[in-house]
Nanobody, 120 residues
Framework: QVQLVESGGGLVQAGGSLLLSCVASGNIFRIPLMGWYRQAPGKQRELVATITSGGSTNYADSVKGRFTISRDNAKNTVYLQMNSLKPEDTAVYYC??????????????WGQGTQVTVSS
């Protein structure tokens, strides 16, 4: 089993910045992919950004140039630096990981979510 613990959400004014972190722990052999998703009230969960163990990244068009995803493989941690925040970025942000366990079995895990609120 794998646990994901997120931190860093909060309330910020438009134009401000926040840094989200997500630490994975448990039965982990390697983590090929880590990412962040978000869900605003009344909307479906959407991809924000992903990063492979080799450092390849992918971003939603709505956050390109403003958000940066990174990871520390040694610490099984993924980060999301969010700059130039807009009210439309308000959502619950979820960490997501694809984990290969000690037996070589893949599994997908979600964090509990952290609220990000951007005031205008």
């Amino acid at each position: 089993q794998v646990q994901l613990v997120e931190s860093g959400g909060g309330l910020v004014q438009a134009g401000g910045s926040l840094l989200l972190s997500c630490v994975a722990s448990g039965n982990i052999f390697r983590i090929p992919l880590m990412g962040w998703y978000r869900q605003a009230p009344g909307k479906q969960r959407e991809l924000v950004a992903t990063i492979t163990s080799g450092g390849s990244t992918n971003y939603a068009d709505s956050v390109k140039g403003r958000f940066t995803i990174s990871r520390d493989n040694a610490k099984n941690t993924v980060y999301l630096q969010m700059n130039s925040l807009k009210p439309e970025d308000t959502a619950v942000y979820y960490c997501n990981t694809l984990v290969i366990d000690g037996r070589g079995s893949p599994a997908n895990y979600w964090g509990q979510g952290t609220q990000v609120t951007v005031s205008s």
